[in-house]
């Protein structure tokens, strides 16, 4: 004999705790405040589950027992009703979770581990460039290697290098989608024994090498950018070029990184893109533009701060320098290139010592083992003479 309407009125009204049998393994549970629920027992592979069915407010004790029904046909034919129920709910999730849901959570996900704010910003917007506008509105489960082929081929060859990064973007947002059952298979963008099959390798495509200056036109073009352009912009730009520096560690340069008494500005290993820290000794030249700007700023916060308060200058703001000097056929990047080429050309400095001024990593484990120091003393002499020669 199961419970009937009435009973189960009192039940709820009464609000003991406890949960009463109805029939077949259907429950009516109260809890300890007072809410009522419809619950299922069942057994599965020898153990016993509980499975929740709904709130007695929204199931009445019929519907109970129909849910009760279906479950219980589940557990005879070995189907367990949690892991189906569960499954159920996974592919509904999966066929309305656009890509682009699925990537603005993996974003958000991995935000906090990723070393600065620009990373997840490039993220950001190459996926907002490249791929929403192919599939971003498409559901994750049914995003297919033609979809991955139709964001990717059109940059493959003149942009191989960001084309590499929206690819592995692709594939990572995907693979976590499928490790929260929201897809299945072989994932569309990943590249060995998949892509590496479609594209050409990016060996055989157009480099997307850093426009570099030649060192014999710097002096000449540092006088112009002295002369000609009087900025922020142009002030970061000089920064930039006299220490060697990437964009990234000049634009987030906060003036609590500046010993300007000791000459040296020391770059925390979170804004490093080998992850540690890096002293750059400062050339007399750097000083007095440092001094420059202080003067024109506060001294604090960034060194280059930009229009919206507490962010810095845009990473455009330098390219957008070059192209107002007629030389938007260089990259900031590439300035790295044309100190390098320089040291080599034009000076006796070891080899060593110009990749420790760029932060590059040197050597295998057994020589970084026995080379502990960071060669400050002769990078500061070989930074003097660059700065020397780019205002020569």
Not at 271 to 293: E, N, Q
Request: aromatic share 8%.
């Amino acid at each position: 004999m199961g419970l009937t309407t009435k009973q189960v009125e009192k039940l709820i009204r009464d609000a003991h705790p406890g949960a009463t049998a109805d029939s077949d393994g259907l429950y009516l549970k109260v809890g300890p405040t007072g809410a009522a629920s419809w619950q299922f027992r069942y057994q599965i592979g020898g153990k016993r589950r509980m499975m929740g069915l709904g709130a007695c407010s929204v199931l009445t004790l019929a519907e109970a027992r129909g849910k009760a029904a279906e479950a219980r046909k589940l557990a005879k034919q070995g189907i367990d009703p949690l892991e189906a129920r569960k499954a159920a709910e996974i592919a509904e999730k999966a066929a309305v979770t656009t890509f682009k849901e699925a990537a603005l959570e993996y974003i958000d996900a991995h935000r906090a581990s990723w070393r600065n704010a620009k990373h997840g910003q490039q993220w950001e917007n190459t996926l907002a460039q490249y791929v929403y506008p192919k599939f971003g509105d498409k559901p994750v489960s049914e995003v297919s290697t033609e979809d991955a082929l139709g964001a990717l081929k059109p940059i493959w060859s003149d942009k191989p290098e960001t084309a590499n990064r929206v690819r592995n973007r692709i594939e990572l947002v995907l693979d976590a989608a499928r490790a929260k059952g929201l897809a299945t298979g072989i994932n569309p963008a990943a590249w060995r024994g998949h892509l590496d099959k479609l594209l050409p390798k990016r060996s055989k495509a157009s480099r997307d090498h850093h426009a570099a200056m030649d060192y014999r036109e710097l002096p000449a073009f540092y006088k112009r950018l002295t002369t000609e352009r009087d900025s922020l912009s142009a002030a970061a730009l000089q920064l930039t070029i006299l220490t060697a520096c990437r964009t990234s560690e000049v634009l987030l340069a906060e003036w609590s990184e500046f010993d300007l008494d000791n000459r040296l500005w020391m770059i925390p290993g979170q804004r490093m893109k080998a992850a540690v820290a890096h002293r750059v000794p400062l050339s007399d030249r750097a000083l007095a533009l440092l001094d420059s700007i202080m003067r024109v700023g506060k001294g604090e916060g960034y060194l280059f701060p930009g229009s919206k308060v507490g962010r810095p200058l845009s990473n455009m703001a330098m390219t957008m320098v070059l192209r107002k000097l007629g030389r938007g056929d260089l990259t900031v990047h590439g300035f790295r290139s044309t100190f390098r080429d320089w040291a080599a050309e034009e000076t006796h400095y070891p080899n060593i010592v110009a990749e420790q001024a760029l932060a590059h990593t040197v050597g295998n484990a057994v020589e970084a083992a026995y080379r502990r120091g960071d060669l400050l003393e002769k990078r500061r002499a070989l930074m003097a003479d660059w700065a020397r020669y780019c205002t020569s």
